[in-house]
C-alpha cells in the first residue's frame, strides 16, 4: 500500500484554488481596476462581437418597455405651474448637451468613459415653472412600479442630464430607449430607465429600491455599505 | 459497485455513485450557465426578457444542487468516492484518471464551492446590505469564464476527439473497453492486473 507519506499534490491544489478564490472577493476589485485598461480593451473588441461592453441589463419586471415614438410622453406634473408632456421630438428640439462620465453600478461593476447626450433639466424645468413648494422630484419609468427621485439640488448639479442618446445613439431599448436619468455621482439604480413621468413634490418619496433597503442618496463609494458611511 | 475486470473485455471504471455525482453536477452546470448566460448578456437578456423566471431558474436550480449533492454523498457509495479522492490527492496518473482530468476534477471541485460561496452572497446580499461586497459579482463572473472554457475542453475529449472519447462510455455506462484502458490507461490496467493476480 502507498500511504500517507507521499506529498498530496491533489490537496494542495484545492486548496490553493479555494484559498485564491475565497481570498479575491478582497482583492478582485484592486486587480480588476489595476488590469482594467487591458480588459476593457478586451471587452471592447468583444462588444462588437456580442454587445457586452460592461454592461448588465436588469429589469424589475422581467420585460423591457417598447418605445413608440407616436404615443410616448414625458408628463412633467406636480407641483408645477404649467404640467406638460413633452413629445419625444419636443425634448430633440431642446438645446442638446453632451458629456463623458463613468457609470457606477451599486452591484459593483463599472463602465468607463460613456458618452452621452441629452438635455439638462434645467431646459424642462424651465418649461414648466415649479412651484416654490417643490423641492425633489419623483421618476416614473414605463417599466411598471419602478421609480426613484432626486432632490432639486441634487437634479442642478452640473453633470447631470436626461439622456437621449448613449455613445453618439439613441438610446436603445437595454438602455431605456428614449429617455434614461443620468447621475454620476451615485450608483445607477437612481438613474430611472424607460422614462415616463417626472412629478415635482415637496418630499422626496421612497423609491423602488430604496423601499428594499437601499440608501436614498446612492453616493458613489458613499452609501450602500461602501466607503466610509 | 467496485472499479476493475467485469465481463470479459470490459472494464468498471465508475461506480454508480460517481456517475451520479458526474451527472447531477454537469445537469446542474449547464442549467445554471444557461440562465446564467440570459441573466448577463444583455443581448440574450433581451432576446429571452422573463428575468425573474431565469433567475428563478438559477436560484433553484443552485438550491436544488445543493442538495442533490448532499443526497448522494449522503445515499451513495462512500467507499467509492473516498478512493477517488485518494487518487486525486495523489496527483498520480496511476489511477483512472491522467493528470489532466485529475486537475480538471480538482478544479471543478473548488470552482463548485466557490460558486457556491459567491452565488450565495449574491443572493445573500440582495437582503442584507452588509453581505454585499464589491467583487463578489467579479469573482462569480470570473469563475464563470474559466469553468466555461474547462468545460468545452471536458467536451471536446469526451465527445470529439476519437482517441478519448469512448470515456464517455465509462461515465454513462460504467464500464470502458479494456483494449481501451490498456492503450489510455496502461499504468491504471496494470495496477488492476497486479491487484487481481
Not at chain 1, 486587480?31 to 429589469?59: A, E, M
Request: glycine share 8%.
Amino acid at each position: 500500500m502507498r500511504e500517507a507519506r507521499e506529498p498530496r499534490y491533489g490537496r494542495a491544489a484545492f486548496l490553493t484554488l479555494l484559498g485564491g478564490g475565497l481570498s479575491s472577493l478582497w482583492w478582485a476589485g484592486k486587480v480588476s481596476g489595476f488590469v482594467s485598461p487591458i480588459t476593457s480593451s478586451v471587452s471592447q473588441l468583444l462588444g462588437n462581437l456580442f454587445p457586452v461592453g460592461g454592461w448588465r441589463i436588469y429589469t424589475i419586471s422581467g420585460s423591457m418597455p417598447i418605445f413608440d415614438p407616436a404615443s410616448w410622453r414625458l408628463e412633467i406634473g406636480g407641483l408645477v405651474e404649467r404640467p406638460h408632456a413633452f413629445t419625444y421630438d419636443e425634448l430633440l428640439a431642446l438645446p442638446r448637451a453632451h458629456q463623458v462620465s463613468d457609470f457606477h453600478c451599486v452591484t459593483g461593476w463599472t463602465v468607463r468613459d460613456v458618452h452621452w447626450g441629452g438635455v439638462r433639466f434645467s431646459h424642462l424645468l424651465d418649461a414648466v415653472r415649479p412651484l416654490p413648494q417643490a423641492k425633489a422630484i419623483r421618476f416614473d419609468s414605463l417599466e411598471f412600479a419602478y421609480n426613484d427621485s432626486l432632490t432639486l439640488e441634487q437634479l442642478r448639479r452640473h453633470d447631470v442630464m436626461l439622456a437621449l442618446a448613449m455613445d453618439g445613439k439613441p438610446l436603445t431599448r437595454p438602455h431605456g430607449s428614449p429617455a434614461r436619468v443620468v447621475i454620476p455621482e451615485m450608483y445607477g439604480y437612481k438613474g430611472v430607465k424607460w422614462l415616463a413621468k417626472m412629478t415635482l413634490v415637496a418630499h422626496e418619496p421612497t423609491g423602488y429600491w430604496e423601499q428594499l433597503g437601499y440608501d436614498q442618496d446612492a453616493w458613489v463609494g458613499h452609501s450602500n455599505g461602501y466607503g466610509s458611511s | 459497485m467496485a472499479t476493475g475486470r467485469a465481463s470479459s473485455g470490459r472494464i468498471v471504471r465508475w461506480s454508480r455513485t460517481e456517475r451520479a455525482l458526474h451527472w447531477v453536477h454537469a445537469a446542474a452546470f449547464c442549467t445554471l450557465l444557461g440562465s446564467g448566460l440570459c441573466l448577463y448578456l444583455p443581448s440574450l437578456e433581451e432576446w429571452v426578457g422573463r428575468r425573474p423566471l431565469l433567475k428563478h431558474i438559477h436560484v433553484y436550480t443552485a438550491a436544488a444542487w445543493a442538495v442533490a449533492i448532499v443526497l448522494v454523498l449522503a445515499l451513495g457509495d462512500r467507499r467509492s468516492l473516498r478512493r477517488t479522492l485518494g487518487e486525486l490527492d495523489r496527483l498520480e496518473p496511476d489511477g483512472r484518471m491522467n493528470r489532466r482530468q485529475q486537475l480538471n476534477t480538482i478544479a471543478t471541485g473548488a470552482f463548485a464551492v466557490l460558486f457556491a460561496v459567491s452565488g450565495f452572497l449574491l443572493w445573500y446580499g440582495e437582503r442584507d446590505t452588509r453581505f454585499r461586497f464589491a467583487s463578489t459579482l467579479l469573482v462569480h463572473d470570473w469563475l464563470m469564464y474559466v469553468s466555461f472554457l474547462l468545460f468545452l475542453g471536458h467536451l471536446f475529449y469526451a465527445l470529439i476527439l476519437p482517441s478519448t472519447r469512448h470515456s464517455l462510455n465509462g461515465m454513462t455506462r460504467g464500464w470502458v473497453r479494456e483494449e481501451w484502458a490498456e492503450r489510455r490507461h496502461p499504468e491504471w490496467v496494470a495496477a488492476l492486473r497486479s491487484d487481481t493476480d
